[in-house]
């Protein structure tokens, strides 16, 4: 099976942190690139973090640049969403999402950019 899967979520209060994992199985999704997309109750999903497969480059939104850190481990088949400093404007469903496709360079912020996406996980940020 073809699944990605999340988990790291939780209720944190203001200024906390949390890391989020996203397990890759069922296909070489270390070797795609991945991101992290978030969507807030009433909005529509959102780009935060993606990184890419080989050269290690990443990208992120300006909501969660110089909070939030995109990384991954290739033997272990998983991206990570180190998040601090946590803002109550976090809080939201995050979803890990790779693509799959033949062509695996580049960097990508766009949903449409992504064949696989995980379930999601729920972060919370009280104030």
């Known amino acids: 099976q073809v699944q990605l899967v999340e988990s790291g979520g939780g209720l944190v209060q203001a200024g906390g942190s949390l890391r989020l994992s996203c397990v890759a199985s069922?296909?070489?999704?270390?070797?795609?690139?991945m991101a992290w997309f978030r969507q807030a109750p009433g909005k529509e999903r959102e780009f935060a973090a993606a990184?890419?497969?080989?050269?290690?480059?990443?990208k992120y939104a300006d909501s969660v640049r110089g909070r939030f850190t995109i990384s991954r481990d290739h033997a272990k088949s998983t991206v990570y969403l180190q998040m601090n400093n946590l803002k109550p404007e976090d809080t939201a469903v995050y979803y890990c999402?790779?693509?799959?496709?033949?062509?695996?360079?580049?960097?990508?912020?766009?949903?449409?950019?992504?064949?696989?996406w995980g379930q999601g996980t729920q972060v919370t940020v009280s104030s």
């Open positions: 999402a790779a693509r799959w496709v033949e062509d695996r360079r580049g960097i990508f912020d766009s949903i449409g950019d992504y064949t696989y």
């Open positions: 069922g296909r070489h999704f270390s070797t795609a690139p």
């Open positions: 990184i890419s497969w080989n050269s290690g480059e990443t």
